[in-house]
C-alpha cells in the first residue's frame, strides 16, 4: 500500500508524516481520527505555551488568570461568591480558599462581608487585579491572534462553528 501525502509539499505537517507512518505500519487501523485530532492536541500545546508566555510575563500563574479573569467577566464591581468561583473554575473548595487567599495577600482581590447573608464573603478584584488581569487579557488574545495569523478570517469562523458542534456533546454532559 502507497501512502499519500499532500500534493504541496510546503502543506506537509508533523501530523501527515506522524498518519504517514501509521498506515504504514498498521495498515489494518484507520488512523483518520489523527487528522483531527492530533493536530488538536499539537495545537494546545502551542497555545498553551502562549497562554504561559502571557501570564508569566504579567506575574501570574494560570490558576491566578483563571480566578481573576473569572472575576472580570462577572462585570462591576467584579466579585463573586467563594462558591461561584469554585464553580466556575471547577476546583474544591480547599483550593479555592488557598487561592483566594494566595490572591489576596499579593492584592489582587480582596474579601468583604456579603450584605445578602451575614455568614458569607464577595471576593472582588483591587484595581491592582483589575489592570493586571486587562493586561494579561489584552497580551493573550494578541498571542491567540498570532496563533490564527494564517487562517483568513472566513476559515475561522467555519472552524469555530465546527469544534462547536464537537465540543458541544462534552459540555452538555453533567
Known sequence: MTVQEPEDPAGVDEVDRLVASWRRER?????????????????????????????????LEP??????????????????????LLRATLVTSGTMTNRIDRLAAGGLVRRRPDPEDRRGVLVSLTDTGLGRVDDAFTDLLRREHDLLDSLPHADRKSLAALLRTLLAPFDASP
Open 27 to 59: 495498515p489494518d487501523l484507520d488512523v483518520e481520527p489523527l487528522q483531527v485530532l492530533s493536530r488538536l492536541s499539537r495545537l494546545a500545546r502551542h497555545l498553551d505555551r502562549a497562554r504561559r508566555a502571557s501570564f508569566t510575563e504579567h506575574g
Open 63 to 84: 490558576w491566578e488568570f483563571d480566578v481573576l479573569t473569572t472575576l472580570r467577566r462577572a462585570g462591576a464591581p467584579y466579585e463573586l461568591s467563594p462558591g461561584a
